[in-house]
């Protein structure tokens, strides 16, 4: 059957005017639900790479702290005292800043991952080839990591981290059916870091 040139005018014009069916977003390949505890964030916490900047610099800081202080006090110790114990005083005077820098930062450290899992959350985490989605119990709205925003991927053997500046989702090897999966989940996504 052929159609005259009026009839296929007016077929595209009421193609156009009608409008484009939209098409339905594809499910995810797989997906992954487990349980994320304040450990899992407080190994992530261990491992940021921006706090381990901001770790090293106050353990330089408070390195340069204690020289300062032990500067300082060796000039007003009484004399006695420094004939006595010199070498072990200047050693407390020395460490006694970074001991303080260490019991610090690791207090923050710990705070800083129970705040961001507070207790045992529940997570459905759905896998495409490009992009991560993280609903997690605690959180109102998902977070969806793409593949060009991935920064890094560390693999531990007890937890596979995805981090992006949106933020990080936390794997632990319990979510998958055994090592090989874990490997081959934490490999494709290495293989998108650029």
Known sequence: MTLSVAE?????????DAEPALRKPLPPHSVLTYTLTWQDALDWERRD???RKRRRALMAASFLGGIMLLSVTARHLPDWLSKLHSTALAFVILFLPLA????????ETLSRA???VPGDVGVRLELWDRRLVETRDDRATPLVIGAEGLRDVVETP?????????GTII??????????AKDAFAGHWESLVK
């Open 8 to 16: 296929a005018q007016a077929d595209g014009s009421a193609g156009q």
């Open 49 to 51: 790479p921006v706090e």
């Open 100 to 107: 303080a820098a260490i019991v610090v930062k690791r207090s």
């Open 114 to 116: 129970r705040l961001a």
């Open 158 to 166: 007890e937890r596979v981290f995805l981090y992006s500046r949106s």
């Open 171 to 180: 794997v632990p090897a319990t979510a998958f059916a055994d090592a090989k």
